[in-house]
């Protein structure tokens, strides 16, 4: 689950991270009431959006407060557009408007859930700000990783490691070790899977202050982090994967344009790859698990007939704990309501196979039989975007 900014910087603030005073705005008429509350004479306001890039893209403005009115009002409901939003932008519901600092330097800084390594991994460079993907592209020199070890933790050297390739004078070592506890703790509190600070600001001042943050929680983790739950903004969110979350199915909008249902993650990913070797894209990956109801995989229909640039619908069933006969009868209740326009293959085996066959036939449903993975999706790709 990922957090807005200002989510992110309370958090943060919690565990004692420094970080600029600023306000939420959700409407133009609250501006009068910020102004009152923060004291800078300059301030940044900055776009409330789940993508990174909001700087290049015009969401983030540094302006003086007589200038903010306008600001605030350029920015709601305007559609930003980064290289993470695609064509079609973001709409900006709200903004962060903070109190500017006096920046002496920039740097970036993240903690990351490195599986590959099995441990977590910090990732620092004296080059933070915008051009941080440039950097680790162009100049991977300037970015140090420093991976901790899950069963010693976060320990003094690694600190110390940080700290000089940074190049910081000793006065900042002592205040800089702080702040990486801090972080450090924040992240295995809160079961983050990614904190990033870019920029990390060493102000004018000597205080380290986290002048932007992103933070992502482990979804596997929110039963045990309820206040940070509450925090989802499902505006943020892909709107078919939040409705396939209330219907309990296992739902990730991808970029192809044939459909798929298979129960288990492993036979849907095998199912993906087959159609990308096939010569074609798969357009989610949807796994209804076992114990699924017909209620629930009538919904999981709905959802692939729904989405009108689907050009094939390919169903893949192995029929253990799911009996095929129940995928079958879902099909039949979501035809009740939706019509199938699109070719629509289907390779059911194991449990009630028979049985689920004959309901499809019986309800006169025009479905192209396969009797394996590999016919499955070449039947698929073969009558992509037919009409029926």
Not at 292 to 313: C, D, M, N, P, Y
Request: aromatic share 6%; charged share 20%.
């Amino acid at each position: 689950m990922n957090l807005h900014e200002y989510q992110a910087k309370e958090i943060l603030h919690q565990h004692g991270v420094f970080v600029p005073k600023g306000v939420l705005i959700e409407k133009e008429e609250e501006v009068k009431l910020t102004l009152e509350q923060l004291s800078s004479s300059r301030v940044v306001v900055k776009a409330q959006v789940h993508a990174g890039g909001r700087g290049k893209a015009g969401g983030v403005k540094l302006c003086e407060k007589a200038e903010l009115e306008q600001t605030v009002a350029n920015m709601l409901g305007s559609h930003l557009m980064t290289a993470q939003t695609g064509h079609t932008g973001k709409e900006v519901h709200k903004v962060w408007v903070e109190e500017a600092v006096n920046i002496a330097h920039e740097y970036y800084l993240s903690i990351l859930l490195d599986r590959s390594a099995h441990c977590l991994s910090f990732m620092l460079s004296t080059a933070g700000g915008m051009d941080i993907e440039e950097t680790a592209e162009h100049q991977p020199a300037q970015i140090v990783t420093v991976n901790i070890e899950p069963n010693a933790g976060l320990q003094a050297w690694h600190m110390r490691q940080m700290a000089f390739f940074l190049g910081l004078d000793k006065v900042h070592h002592r205040a800089f070790h702080v702040l990486i506890h801090q972080l450090y703790q924040t992240f295995i509190d809160t079961d983050a899977d990614m904190l990033e600070l870019n920029p990390l600001v060493l102000t004018q001042e000597g205080t380290f202050m986290a002048l932007d943050a992103k933070v992502s929680i482990d979804d596997n983790a929110l039963y045990r982090q309820k206040d940070i739950a509450v925090m989802a903004d499902l505006a943020e969110e892909n709107p078919i994967e939040v409705k396939a979350a209330a219907y309990g199915l296992n739902y990730i909008s991808l970029d192809g344009d044939i459909g798929c249902m298979v129960n288990g993650a492993g036979l849907a990913m095998a199912t993906m790859d087959m159609i990308h070797l096939k010569g074609s894209e798969p357009a989610n990956f949807l796994d209804v698990g076992g114990g699924v109801s017909e209620e629930t995989v009538a919904h999981g229909f709905r959802l692939l007939l729904e989405q009108a640039h689907l050009k094939a619908i390919l169903v893949n069933i192995f029929g253990g704990i799911v009996r095929c006969d129940l995928i079958s009868l879902g099909l039949i209740e979501a035809l009740k309501t939706h019509h199938l326009h699109i070719p629509l293959v289907m390779r059911l085996v194991g449990t009630h196979e028979e049985e689920g066959r004959a309901l499809i036939k019986q309800a006169g449903i025009p479905v192209l039989w396969a009797n394996d993975l590999d016919e499955a999706a070449s039947l698929a790709v073969a009558t992509y975007g037919e009409k029926i």
